[in-house]
């Protein structure tokens, strides 16, 4: 039995903590395949057999680990140790004439290898606990381990102490890079990031979203989990699901869950050992049709690949170091059992240096490959820092040096050298500087075969054939969402704590949605843009008004020219014949007035055409409102008049008398320019029409037009109505006044047709919304300012031009004669 007594102290129970103390340790050491003298040492921890941390024992005391499960990987791993050691013995370049040994220890538990790592500290028999001259130091000179993570952290706080370099071929988790815990921690295998940045780079390339993580429950599997749940927070990649798995876990809830969640897409973390007996229950349990990515620790497994049934679970993918032959491994294999035939009786079991491994070489070699160059590579790591710590070269080392653990360190954090065509070199954290992972995919004869690369040292270059992979469903590559992807032009909404669980809502028209920006929220487009429902983008609104060159504006230009000239014909005509009796009746000089106001109203319409400005806005309106209220006041005044004259005179003589005299029509057109005059200044001034871009009625344009401030506006227009009105209730009062003499009559058509008009364009403004609403308004100004020039003067001007006979003095007697006839009767 392997015993640790505990020198100067007294208490059996400070076992464990012995190396603070002076302790020494006795175990006499037979020959063994695990051991093999040499001038410098090199200590192996493997996990030949695997006890479970449950197992519990009375007192501290070292663990047979023989009577443990055996684990068949690891036993290869250990023998290709040893045939790195034996090939750097026989070589004449690295550290000639200098012969390495090795101390190897089954690691097979966590809690209770103590014993053995005290042995490898100890010089006979006694571990040097202070500082001790260094002849009495161990000849460990590094560690090749320890394999998973929690191990090597139990451990390596002894050999750290000691700055004994450990060089693990397998502990992955990120703890170890941290240096100032482990200075003279190396490994060979990369850390767990690099590892979960590939299998993040699959789900990706996938479009697997919604996945589930299983990992054992200890610092490794635990380690992983946390990456994994940091390397996919900016992703699009949902964690589902995720479970710490022990030896007692039992998986048929785990998998009942991941069934009701719709989760095709498993991630499992897991040593050997755990993922046979996860994927063996898989299949036991029916579980089908998933896709399942292992890490390193069981994608190149051998036996389960073979498993019946192993396809009915779905595909299984995985991410694992490139395959990597060792040249002369397998014939290492071969003749070291055929040296080993003989069955060793179980003699002494010195502090796990034993194992009774009765096995074919076949079946050594058939096993699982994985970790086979980290350890290859660490035992030629620490090689070559011995060789240049011994300062070898030229067939001979200097004999001169001693060489210590610390200087053995110092070497291997520089080391550079090329292994089987791979660079090996260590960063500033001990971790591997270069080296890319293989996807490997169980094919269907039960291989792992390579299905793609990332390279993720250089330029980060991944590669994966989708082609060569045979999924479970009919070639189609299997989805894993939770909800699925909306269509184009449609907004997440979410539900529930994940961002992959979601319903799909269409955006409004004039909003969109940029997914690359936010798939959760419609955005609207800005007043120049529009956009119809669902859209991905804003278009910009076409912009419209009426040009100058539009054939309707230019028409309607023409036609308001013609009004000036036609006003200005009138004009001469009314100026030669002013004094007779029909120019007289229509006015006298107020025509004049009349027909200017309508020449000054029609510059309006010149101002509906072409893209509006503020001056634009103010013209539009303010000349036609200001000069037709004179036109409009002055057939007041007229229609007033003719009322007067008939009506009024006879039953009111003074009101005429004085209306004469005062020149009462002319005080009443000043006026009623004046009043519309002030009204229009405090109007504009107060707020002044201004462009205004139309968005509302078409969704795709804007229409370019003025803002008609009612408030500012309304007072004059309500003037100008009151005129009107006034006007017609004059004008009809005289409707009943001679015939042909009878400007009344033609006042009321003129204001009829100018009704009209304005009723006709309210009706047509209200369902109508276009650019040409412009066109129609300047059309309805000009029909107002035609009204009066056709129906009013124009019959005056054919009675002077065509009738001369109606246009004297004696027709127009006898018309009023007939009249007061007619009246008196
Ligand atoms: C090899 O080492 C032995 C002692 O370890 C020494 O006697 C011998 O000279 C060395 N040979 C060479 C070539 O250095
Ligand atoms: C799996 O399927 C087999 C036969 O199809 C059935 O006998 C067995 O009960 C099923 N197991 C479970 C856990 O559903
Ligand atoms: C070795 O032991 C096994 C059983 O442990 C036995 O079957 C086998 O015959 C033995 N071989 C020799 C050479 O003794
Ligand atoms: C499976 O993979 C191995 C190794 O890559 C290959 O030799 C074999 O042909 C593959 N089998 C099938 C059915 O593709
Ligand atoms: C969406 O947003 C991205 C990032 O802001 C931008 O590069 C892309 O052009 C946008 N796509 C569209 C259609 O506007
Ligand atoms: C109206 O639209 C025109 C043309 O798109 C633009 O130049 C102008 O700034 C807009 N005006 C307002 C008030 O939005
Ligand atoms: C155990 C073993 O292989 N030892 C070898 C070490 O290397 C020398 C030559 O350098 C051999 O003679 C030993 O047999």
Not at 338 to 351: G, I
Not at 740 to 764: H, P, R
């Amino acid at each position: 039995m392997c015993r640790v007594h505990v020198g100067s102290a007294d208490g059996m129970s400070l076992c464990l903590l012995g190396f603070l103390l002076h302790a020494s340790t006795q175990c006499n050491v037979p020959k063994s395949d695990l051991e093999l003298e040499g001038d410098y040492l090199m200590a192996g921890l493997f996990d030949i057999h695997y006890a479970s941390n449950t197992l519990h024992l009375g007192r501290p005391e070292a663990m047979d680990c023989s009577s443990q499960p055996f684990i068949l990987s690891n036993y290869r791993r250990f023998l290709l140790m040893k045939f790195a050691v034996e090939e750097i013995n026989n070589s004449a370049n690295l550290l000639p004439n200098i012969s390495i040994g090795y101390k190897i220890v089954d690691h097979c538990s966590d809690s209770h290898s103590f014993p053995s790592m005290f042995n490898l500290l100890s010089v006979n028999g006694v571990v040097q606990v202070w500082d001790e001259p260094h002849n009495k130091l161990s000849k460990v000179t590094a560690v090749i381990g320890g394999y998973t993570s929690s191990k090597s952290l139990t451990v390596a706080p002894l050999f750290m102490t000691r700055f004994i370099p450990m060089v693990s071929y397998s502990a992955s988790s990120s703890l170890f890079s941290e240096k100032k815990t482990f200075p003279s921690f190396l490994r060979t295998v990369h850390p767990n990031k690099a590892i979960i940045a590939v299998v993040v780079r699959i789900l990706q390339h996938f479009d697997w979203r919604w996945v589930a993580f299983l990992n054992i429950d200890d610092d490794y599997g635990n380690d992983c989990r946390k990456l994994f749940i940091a390397k996919i927070h900016d992703t699009q990649i949902c964690l589902a699901y995720t479970k710490g798995l022990d030896q007692n876990t039992d998986y048929l809830p785990i998998f009942r869950q991941i069934e009701t969640q719709r989760v095709n897409v498993i991630v499992v973390f897991a040593p050997e050992w755990m993922a046979e007996a996860l994927i063996e229950s898989a299949i036991q349990m029916n579980v089908s049709n998933k896709v399942w990515i292992g890490g390193e620790g069981w994608s190149l497994n051998q036996k389960l690949p073979k498993t019946k049934g192993i396809q009915t679970i779905g595909t299984v993918l995985g991410v694992s170091e490139p395959a990597k032959t060792i040249p002369g491994l397998n014939d290492f294999i071969r003749s070291f059992k055929a040296h080993n035939k003989h069955n060793r009786t179980k003699k002494q079991t010195p502090c796990n240096q034993w194992c009774d491994c009765s096995l074919s070489s076949a079946e050594i070699i058939a096993a699982d490959p994985s970790f086979s160059f980290p350890v290859y590579s660490a035992v030629y790591s620490v090689a070559h820092a011995l060789h240049d710590a011994l300062q070898c070269g030229a067939g001979r080392c200097n004999s001169e040096i001693t060489v210590y653990p610390h200087m053995v360190l110092r070497e291997l954090k520089k080391i550079q050298f090329t292994l089987l065509n791979r660079m090996i070199q260590f960063d500033e954290n001990g971790d591997p500087r270069s080296g890319s992972y293989s996807v490997v995919f169980w094919n269907k004869s039960g291989d792992a075969q390579e299905v793609g690369y990332y390279n993720f040292y250089k330029s980060s270059d991944f590669f994966i054939s989708t082609s060569e992979i045979q999924w479970f469903a009919d070639g189609q590559v299997p989805t894993s969402l939770c909800s699925k992807e909306c269509s184009e032009g449609q907004m997440k909404k979410p539900q529930g704590i994940h961002k992959c669980c979601f319903t799909c809502e269409i955006c409004q028209d004039g909003t969109y949605i940029n997914v690359t920006e936010d798939p959760y929220t419609c955005k609207a487009c800005s007043d120049t843009e529009w956009s119809p429902e669902g859209s991905t983008r804003c278009n910009l609104r076409l912009v419209e008004y009426v040009p100058f060159t539009d054939p309707a504006a230019l028409g309607l230009m023409v036609i308001s020219g013609l009004l000036v000239v036609l006003t200005l014909a009138v004009c001469v005509l009314f100026a030669f014949h002013y004094n007779t009796p029909v120019v007289r009746s229509a006015g006298g000089s107020m025509c004049f007035l009349i027909l200017g106001c309508l020449s000054l109203s029609s510059i309006s319409v010149f101002f509906y055409f072409g893209k509006p400005s503020v001056a634009f806005c103010i013209f539009r309106f303010l000349p036609f409102l200001l000069f037709y209220t004179v036109c409009v006041s002055c057939f007041v005044v007229r229609s007033f008049q003719i009322v007067c004259i008939f009506k009024i005179a006879a039953k009111f003589p003074e009101l005429q008398s004085w209306w004469v005299k005062y020149h009462g029509q002319w005080v009443v057109i000043s006026v009623a320019f004046v009043i519309q005059a002030l009204l229009l200044l405090i109007g504009y001034s107060s707020d002044p029409p201004k462009p205004h871009n139309e968005t509302f009625w078409y969704l795709d344009k804007i229409i370019l037009g003025c803002d008609i401030n009612l408030k500012a506006t309304s007072t004059s227009v309500i003037f100008l109505l009151i005129l009107c009105i006034l006007c017609f209730v004059f004008s009809y009062m005289g409707k009943d006044l001679p015939k042909n003499y009878n400007e009344a009559k033609s006042i009321t058509f003129c204001l009829m047709l100018l009704i009209l008009t304005w009723i006709i364009f309210a009706t047509v403004y209200m369902l109508y919304h276009g650019r040409h609403i412009h066109t129609l308004n300047a059309f309805a100004v000009l029909c107002s300012l035609y009204s009066f020039l056709l129906w009013y003067f124009l019959p005056k001007c054919y009675i002077i031009m065509f009738q001369p006979e109606k246009n004297t003095q004696q027709h127009f007697q006898g018309l009023i004669q007939n009249y007061t006839k007619t009246i008196s009767q």
